[in-house]
């Protein structure tokens, strides 16, 4: 009866009922729309309906499916928010970094920061793309911007974390500066930092989709406007829809292993606590 009850509140049982509360929602929804006048057809169509189309053969643009034509448009907007979630994360690690070390540089710094952060992604979008002319340039700064706000947050919040007689232990025993953020500042602020991470990323990989809805070139953002517009079928919508989702749900997940196999310890200590 204890094992019973240790299955039905683990984690993965939890996550199996909100899918499966999900999917009834979704086919009660879909259900009531199918009964419905509408156009076009099917713009709520049946789970299986959607991955069903996911295994067409159907061409959509004369060479490519429906799948094909996401997942080629996915890999532009995922090489994009990456190379703007590394950026990001660098440049809000160092600024972590900075004002841990200076406090007037964590008094000039923040309350800037918070200002950026507030300012809408569709607003920022157009002056970024004015200054770079580029915009490619503009989508990858972009993803940066939304990338080093949680990272140097949540990673000053670890370096503060870090008790003052440990620091002053450390410099009674002459280590350096450098060394104090080796041994004691960086491994106890990692936990801090990939939660930022696991803030960021899927954040990086929503603005590049939300900029490229303004501008073509590619990405599925550009991919999301056609088919809204309806230049081609409503699965390709609705095909973006749930690869956007996944790929979301994987960036975290990732931040998330990252962080077991740079952190080991952490899980071990956590072990050894519920012992």
């Known amino acids: 009866m204890g094992k019973i009850k ?30 419905t006048k509408r156009t076009p057809e099917n713009v709520l169509p049946h789970i299986y309906q959607i991955f069903g189309s996911m295994f067409s053969t159907k061409l959509i643009n004369g060479s490519q499916t429906a799948l094909q034509l996401v997942l080629s448009n996915a890999g532009v907007t995922l090489l994009r928010a990456g190379i703007g979630l590394v950026i990001g994360a660098a440049i809000g690690f160092l600024l972590a970094v900075l004002m841990s070390r200076f406090k007037i540089v964590e008094k000039t710094i923040f309350p800037y920061l918070m200002i950026i952060q507030m300012i809408p992604i ?24 939304l990338t080093f706000y949680p990272v140097a947050t949540n990673t000053l919040a670890g370096f503060k974390s870090v008790e003052k007689e440990k620091q002053d232990l450390m410099y009674s025993l002459a280590a350096s500066r450098y060394q104090i953020y080796k041994k004691l500042l960086l491994p106890t602020s990692l936990p801090y930092l990939f939660s930022g991470l696991k803030i960021a990323a899927p954040m990086a990989i929503t603005a590049s989709i939300l900029v490229d809805t303004l501008q073509g070139s590619g990405g599925l953002g550009t991919l999301l406007s056609q088919s809204l517009k309806h230049a081609m079928s409503i699965y390709v919508f609705w095909q973006i829809v749930f690869v956007s989702a996944a790929i979301g749900i994987l960036s975290y997940n990732l931040m998330s ?3 077991k196999i740079t952190s080991p310890y952490a899980k071990n200590k956590k072990k050894g606590e519920i012992k």
Do not use: N
């Open 257 to 259: 292993l990252l962080e």
């Open 6 to 35: 240790k299955v039905l509140s683990s984690s993965k049982m939890v996550t199996v009922v909100w899918v499966l509360g999900f999917i009834a929602v979704w086919e009660i929804g879909a259900t009531i729309v199918g009964f």
């Open 122 to 145: 569709l607003g920022m979008a157009p002056i970024i793309l004015a200054i770079t002319k580029d915009i490619d340039q503009s989508r990858i700064i972009i993803a940066a911007i």
